[in-house]
Each structure stands twice: as C-alpha cells, then as structure tokens.
C-alpha cells in the first residue's frame, strides 16, 4: 500500500463522508465516574470477565440500582451466577426451537422494524393467544429459553445492527402490547407463571433493555389484572409503561413511523410475502450489510470501557475497511521508523569511532613528522 494510495483512500474517504463519531455518544461525567468505579471493584475482585467488561451493560445496573455501586455489583454477580447455573451461552448459541412457526401461529408476537429514534420495536398480540393450544406445542420451560435465545440475540446483534443504522448507540427496546379481549378470566395459572418468570428474567439479567412499553386496548378486564400483575415488577420498569384504551393510535404515532407500525395497529405496513409483519422479524439486524459492519465496528462482543472511545459508527464496511488499511500502513511505517533510527544510531556510533581513529593517525602522523626534523636538525649540527 503505497503513500499515493493511502491518499487516494483519505479522498473516497471523505466523499463517502464516514462517521467517525462515537457509536455511544457524550457521556454523563458522573455515570462514567461510577461505571468506572464499579469496574474497578469488580476488577479487583477478579469479578469482571472480558465478555462483560463493557461501558453501558455496567451503567444499565447501576441505573437499576439508583447508582449504588454495591447494589449493583451484587445485581451484576447475581447475574453471572444466574447464566453459569442456567447455561446461558450454551442457549444461547445451541438451542433449537422447532415450534417456533407453531408457537407464533398461536401466540403473535415478534420485532417489527424500529422506532422513530432508531430502536427494534417489539409487537405482542398477547389478547389473541390460544393458551392451551400454546401449551399443546411447548412447554414454559421451552418458551423461556427460546425468550433468553431472543434476549441474546438482541443484545448481540439487533442493537449493533440498530446502532449502526441510527449512527448512535441503541441499548432498548420500545414495546407494543395489544391486550385486547384479555382479562383475569382468559389469563390462566401458567400463562401468569410464565408472565413472572420472563419478568424475573428481563429485570433482574437484561436491565434497563425496555425504553418504552404501550399497552394498548387495555378493557376493565385487563385493568383489573393489571393490578395484580405490576405487582411483580420493577419501579423503574412501571415507570416506562403507558396503559392505554382503543384511542391510541395518536400516542404511537409519536413514536414510530406508520411504514414501521403494521396495519393490524393503525400503521401501513403490510408484510403478506413473509407470513405477515410479526414473522417478517423486520429490522436493521435482516440487513447483510448492517450485520457486517456492525461487526467491523463492534467486533464479537461490546467494547471494553479502556476501548470505548475507540468505538466509531462506520457508515459503510467499506469505511472500516478503509481505516483498517491506514491502522496497518500506520504500523508498518512506524517499525520501519525504528528501524531506521537504530540503524542511524548505529551509524553515528561508527561515525565517532572512526573519526576518533583518523584523528589518532593524524596525531601519530605528527609526532612522527616533528620526530623527524628534530632529527636532521641534530644531524646537520
């Protein structure tokens, strides 16, 4: 890679107007001062492995927690003790959810696109769930690992691939809930066990991950359970949640784009070629291109808090690449540097020397000389 072509990289690279902004943004001087903080404590413990040594998972506990380190150490510990016990990576990365196709036929619910700010949007029609055909094609069991493997896949690629689409870090999710027609009558034991299980798994492991939930079309029937249910959750998490009756359309309309919003909620979009929006899995995160790039700029995990401020948002894989190639010559330029100042240190050395040695024969020369004429002066007397 010649110096002509390293310019002519610079030029496209400032035609094809690359972001080099941060991925994440400005930080809030005091959260960084507690992320490091907590860091730090979990450093000298040993407690911190590699996967997890990152800016904005250590701030979503420490928002969970008011910001109290201690309290989020121990929620943070919890959590690793939870995905050793559980096999998280194992789910993860193997389980197989076969009824999957079955499972969404008779409960509809999935990521349809994103909102208005760039985060996947989530669509549950929990009011049309068939609970005892649900039960007849899986187990809560099954459901909730295939929910862990959803979570995972979230963390690891839809926010990524969002972030890169948006040009700005995505960590949450906005939610819709469509309750219609559910009630405490047609929300059977198990399905209430799994509501708490998923619950337990959501605000306990994967914090701060909810930037909005609507309920919508909510009835008195579901108002009533809604009593009942809120009392499983988070203060934070209430906090996020709007309920609302059948007058929502103008609510969500603030926060996602009608193309994104399927038509069923008001929206316009209509997915019949995939089996329909909430099979579609519609998002930055079906995008080759966001997936690869995504991966240039996040590599195989998140950024560690030391390598945050060198997370940058590529506006093309071809821009990573093109900074890949620059880092490289870079370095080869610099060795050689060093090189060459050995080499000159060297030389200088042996310039010394030598010019130590003319000026030992010349002096030699000299005294030979002067030797000499004392010589024949003494000789012609």
């Known amino acids: 890679m010649s110096f002509r072509s390293i310019e002519q990289l610079l030029r496209r690279n400032s035609k094809t107007k690359i972001s080099r902004n941060i991925v994440d943004g400005v930080h809030d001087q005091k959260e960084e001062q507690c992320v490091q903080s907590l860091r730090e404590l979990l450093l000298a413990s040993n407690q911190l492995p590699e996967k997890f040594d990152d800016y904005y998972l250590l701030l979503r506990f420490l928002r969970m927690r008011g910001f109290n380190i201690l309290k989020a150490k121990e929620m943070f510990l919890n959590m690793l003790k939870w995905r050793e016990d559980c096999s998280v990576d194992a789910i993860a990365n193997e389980f197989k959810f076969e009824e999957y196709d079955a499972v969404k036929r008779c409960y509809p619910h999935g990521f349809h696109g994103v909102d208005k700010f760039g985060r996947p949007l989530y669509i549950e029609r929990i009011g049309l769930v068939d609970l005892s055909k649900l039960m007849q094609v899986t187990s ?32 949450s999710t906005t939610a819709i809930l469509d ?139 071809a821009g990573c690449q093109v900074d890949e190639q620059i880092s490289e010559k870079i370095r080869q330029l610099e060795d050689c540097a060093a090189q060459t100042k050995e080499t000159l240190q060297t030389l200088v050395c042996k310039q010394q020397e030598l010019t130590s040695h003319i000026e030992q024969l010349r002096r030699i020369l000299r005294d030979g000389t002067s030797a000499d004429k004392k010589t024949d002066e003494q000789n012609s007397k």
Not at 141 to 164: G, N
Not at 255 to 274: E, H, I, K, R, Y
Not at 285 to 312: C, H, Y
Request: proline share 4%; aromatic share 10%; hydrophobic share 40%.
């Open 140 to 171: 809560i069991d099954r459901y909730v690992k295939y929910h862990i493997s959803e979570q995972e896949k979230t963390m690891s690629l839809r926010y990524p691939a969002c972030s890169i689409a948006a040009k700005k870090h995505i960590a």
């Open 179 to 317: 309750v219609k027609g559910l009630g405490m009558n047609n929300f059977s034991k198990s399905a209430r066990e799994m509501f708490i299980e998923i619950q337990k798994i959501d605000s306990n492991y994967y914090p701060e991950t909810l930037n909005q939930l609507y309920i919508i079309n909510a009835g008195t029937g579901f108002r009533a359970l809604w009593k009942v249910l809120k009392a499983f959750m988070e203060a934070r998490t209430l906090a996020k949640i709007q309920v609302l009756g059948t007058n929502y359309l103008n609510t969500l309309l603030e926060a996602v784009d009608p193309s994104n919003l399927p038509d069923f909620l008001g929206g316009t979009c209509n997915c019949p070629a995939t089996g329909g929006c909430l099979l579609h899995d519609k998002g930055p995160w079906t995008d080759p291109e966001m997936v690869r790039a995504s991966k240039a700029a996040f590599g195989k995990g998140q950024k560690s808090f030391n390598e945050l401020t060198a997370t940058i948002a590529c506006e093309s894989f």
